[in-house]
């Protein structure tokens, strides 16, 4: 049981670093065996498919993203505050990944968005929970800070949708260009957004 | 000759609507010549590899692109007229897209961007001048606007790629939840970023 299961831990271990690097489509089940170290029997006792696994790297990245979200955009700080904590994360989270492996690996599921959305019904339709659950947590913090008048925008859902798609674009460019000072305009450009007079150019760092 | 060259443009319309439909990586030279209609040693008479024969795709839809976004951003109208013909224009082609083959396919270079940009780079560098010229390009209306006043931002650079950065995140939702309405708030998003206040979602239309 013990073996078994460290088994199974591996191969997601190894699918999710491989996939982080190199995308979904380019990579091989006897590849991802061989990363994690265990023969390729193991891999179809634990999933059906090459898609099954990735399903899985999924909904593993994002129970762990909302827990981290959550604990950022909950609280006793000033709602805003915690829009911020969120891209500061963001930040060093991606600064972390660069240091690690030599280049900013940006939002995974905003890569397997691009890569697969079009021709996996399974992976289009398990992301646009993820996103739509992303928006929720943004637009409660939206409401708040609505509620206290700290910013102009009444219209929330679609505020938190051009926050999160701000975060994604960025995010591409900090992979572009592996530059995770790319991030450094998130804040500006959120309260940019929101209706709080801060536009984009005005507070930035370079 | 004439036979000659029209193999090369079936290949390349061949490899550019399966990397539009399916991205790059999963993609094989006996595949794209067996859409294009021309016998795979053609393929290599033209292109020494399938990382060049993406190049070239790149290269022809930059090419089209970059005249596209010129006609749209200069001209007689005022610049931020032109910025809001750049996303209507956007809007219509992902549209006419959806249309066309039943899924929003997204912008070429940031599926790109994100599937290989980390494996390949020299399609990280060819898609860096990409991203690079589309800057400029709003930079310098931008800096049209800034002189008449019209925008309060002060970093037109960093401004200008928090627009492409909102118009990337925004086609990638386009993409994810196929539905070209995600770019509806592109116009007020701009706005708002660049300091004319009217944030996010004060004119949204859902």
């Not at 905003?110 to 992301?127: C, D, F, I, K, Q």
Request: aromatic share 6%.
């Amino acid at each position: 049981m013990g073996r078994t299961s460290d088994a199974r831990e591996k191969i997601l271990g190894a699918a999710r670093s491989l996939i982080e690097l190199r995308g979904y489509s380019a990579l091989g089940v006897a590849e991802i065996c061989k990363a994690a170290g265990v023969p390729k029997g193991s891999f179809y006792y634990f999933f059906e498919s090459k898609e099954a696994l990735a399903l899985t790297v999924i909904d593993e990245h994002r129970a762990e993203q909302e827990r981290a979200w959550r604990h950022l955009l909950t609280g006793q700080a000033a709602p805003l505050q915690r829009l911020r904590r969120l891209f500061e994360a963001t930040e060093a989270g991606q600064r972390a990944g660069q240091q690690s492996c030599g280049t900013v690996s940006g939002c995974l599921f905003g890569n397997l968005t691009l890569e697969m959305s079009n021709h996996t019904e399974a992976v289009r339709g398990r992301l646009q929970e993820i996103f739509d659950a992303q928006v929720d947590l943004v637009e409660a913090v939206m409401a708040e800070a609505l509620a206290r008048a700290e910013i102009t925008v009444t219209d929330t859902r679609e505020a938190a949708r051009s926050v999160v798609a701000q975060l994604e674009g960025q995010v591409l460019f900090a992979k572009l260009y592996n530059d995770t000072r790319r991030l450094d305009s998130l804040w500006a450009n959120c309260l940019a957004l929101l209706g709080t007079h801060a536009p984009a150019g005005a507070t930035a760092t370079r």
